[in-house]
């Protein structure tokens, strides 16, 4: 199935892209989408997105269809659902 | 010529007729403009963000503005920091930025604080106000902020950006998420320094302003539990639904919550 990922921050500086559509099994959660950008997108969106014990990091706000969402849950994504990837910021 | 209704004496004509334009707001009028001026704000730092948040807030009329930053005016700053000007390298910021405001509105009461907010003065400073507005670039701040106000259930308007974008959540202790329900740990991968354009700080920080004017008077729709996110790059602006923490190390009831 497809989902969207948007990215905000420097998630979006690090993946050179506002969004784009990926493909994915129906049993995937948002945790496992990160951990797959993680690695699609090497060692910074990796540094950026996890823990150094390879976990999403929970100062990233990940948003599905517009609801925050923990990163721990295990609830899986639908067709068409749009999650937004925004790590912190703090600029003033 | 002042065509507003009066209720009651506590605005002079000079301030019915300098406000008169807002006090056409009818959700606000002149009942709301009282409250404004009886009400007291923090602003933390007067940088790019937190500069147009105190001009604004001076602008519209707040009673008491307390300003706090430290550190001196230097060239980098100039392209944001809209309180700040050439005369005045080398010299304290935050005298920059009240010398600005009373020559804009020498009505209201303000009071410079050369020092940023840390976990020891955090209290005492949001302690003297009504209403926060958050403007800091380093997490240590805004976390000593959130703590605070949420100890002392003052509301706390939680402003930021990063190269085009721009984030807001207006926090209600007890009734939204705070900053530590968004954020349940320490973000390292912030970095102090970032892209920053003055114009893109001034959306973030106007919007964060009607937040507040909203708050103290008492009218519209508050971003409470919802973050703002716009990005001036495409002109798009996102509602996020937040949630709050039911194990909050600050907020939450449960015996994590430590200012609950």
């Known amino acids: ?92 | 010529m002042i065509v507003v209704k009066r209720i009651g004496m506590a605005l002079t004509e000079e301030k019915l007729a300098t406000y008169e334009w807002q006090i056409w707001e009818k959700d606000f009028g002149e009942e709301g403009q009282k409250k404004l001026k009886e009400a007291s704000a923090l602003v933390s730092r007067v940088g790019g963000l937190g500069s147009p948040v105190a001009y604004a807030l001076a602008a519209a009329g707040i009673g008491k503005l307390v300003l706090a930053h430290g550190g001196e005016v230097k060239y980098s700053d100039l392209n944001r920091q809209i309180l700040m000007t050439h005369d005045w390298l080398g010299k304290p910021r935050v005298e920059s930025a009240v010398r600005r405001l009373k020559e804009l509105n020498p009505r209201i009461d303000i009071e410079g604080i050369p020092e940023n907010v840390t976990e020891k003065n955090a209290f005492s400073l949001v302690e003297r106000v009504d209403i926060v507005f958050d403007c800091a670039p380093l997490f240590q701040e805004r976390f000593a902020l959130n703590r605070a106000c949420v100890r002392l259930r003052k509301p706390l308007i939680d402003a930021a950006m990063y190269s085009m974008e721009g984030r807001l959540t207006t926090i209600l202790p007890g009734k939204t998420p705070c900053l530590a329900c968004i954020y349940p740990e320490f973000p390292e991968t912030w970095k102090r320094e970032f892209p920053v354009f003055g114009a893109v700080s001034g959306i973030v920080a106007n919007l964060a302003v009607c937040e507040g004017i909203k708050v103290l008077a008492g009218f519209g729709t508050l971003l409470a539990g919802t973050m703002l996110q716009y990005d001036a790059r495409n002109m798009e602006f996102r509602k996020l639904k937040l949630k709050r923490n039911k194990n909050c190390s600050i907020c939450s009831d449960s015996p994590n919550g430590i200012c609950a």
């Open chain 1, 1 to 92: 199935m497809r989902i969207r990922i948007a990215y905000y921050g420097q998630a979006r500086l690090l993946s050179g892209k506002e969004e784009e559509f990926l493909e994915v099994t129906p049993d995937v959660s948002a945790a496992d989408v990160i951990l797959r950008l993680a690695e699609k997108y090497g060692d910074k969106m990796s540094w950026l997105l996890l823990t150094e014990e390879g976990t999403p990091r929970r100062s990233v706000i990940l948003a599905v269809n517009d609801e925050t969402v923990d990163p721990d849950s295990s609830d899986v994504l639908s067709e068409n659902d749009v999650l937004a990837v925004l790590p912190a910021v703090s600029g003033g």
